[in-house]
């Protein structure tokens, strides 16, 4: 089936660094990927959405220069969280659409990079 | 009123018997979407529905898209399958999934 990747899969940083999260389709090309954000016991929030070679379409509330999102390639997607804080400590979660038709509607997803910011 | 009910919230049950979880949606959807979240968070896509039914190893999805209700049954649990099951939906002509808040499954052995 279809494998999505993330890279770190942890990431312990101080305050006031930035960290960069990236997202990829491993054996499929995928023209949308999703960011998602998990605070403990809650369910997934989407921060965003990455359309390939356009810019992110950001959810209500989610600052769009805090959060950068890159979707460069078929197969890559990068979240930047800059000047990450404390708050900011969260799970994030990739998915991604491949780009067939008729496969429109699945969604892969990464297994997750949990972010610890000290 | 959330657009993805599931309930329960917490199931605690024995090993082999017979878990159901259930979903119900308010939005006309395109597919329906079971997920399995492991402790130490990576997401497993169990399940893509748009109607009927489906069956992989001891889990089965079922799907009313004239009642928008939706169940994932596992058969024979196993100390192993202790997760959290979510169900999400893709709404008509949007690729983007409304998340339920997940059902908290944990199988004694």
């Known amino acids: 089936g279809a494998v999505v990747s993330q890279h770190p899969s942890w990431v312990i940083c101080k305050s006031g660094t930035s960290v960069k999260i990236e997202c990829r389709s491993l054996d499929f090309q995928a023209t949308t990927m999703f960011w998602y954000r998990q605070f403990p016991k809650q369910s997934l929030m989407l921060m965003a959405t990455s359309n390939e070679g356009s810019k992110a379409t950001y959810e209500q509330g989610v600052e769009k220069d805090k959060f950068l999102i890159n979707h460069a390639s078929l197969t890559l997607s990068t979240l930047t969280v800059t000047s990450a804080h404390p708050e900011d400590s969260s799970f994030y979660i990739c998915?991604?659409?491949?780009?067939?038709?008729?496969?429109?509607?699945?969604?892969?997803f990464g297994p997750g990079t949990r972010l610890t910011v000290l | 009123k959330n657009e993805v009910e599931q309930s329960p919230q917490n199931l605690t049950a024995q090993e082999g018997e017979f878990i159901t979880i259930n979903c119900s949606y308010s939005?006309?959807?395109?597919?329906l979407h079971w997920l399995q979240q492991h402790p130490g968070g990576g997401i497993v896509s169990l399940f893509m529905l748009s109607s009927g039914k489906k069956k992989h190893g001891r889990l089965i999805a079922t799907i009313n898209i004239q009642e928008k209700h939706s169940s994932l049954h596992i058969t024979a649990s196993h100390p192993r399958d202790s997760a959290v099951y979510i169900c999400?939906?893709?709404?008509?002509?949007?690729?983007?999934?409304?998340w339920g808040a997940g059902t908290k499954l944990i199988i004694k052995p």
């Open positions: 998915s991604a659409n491949p780009q067939q038709a008729t496969a429109y509607n699945e969604q892969f």
């Open positions: 999400a939906v893709s709404r008509d002509s949007n690729y983007q999934l409304i």
């Open positions: 939005v006309g959807i395109s597919a």
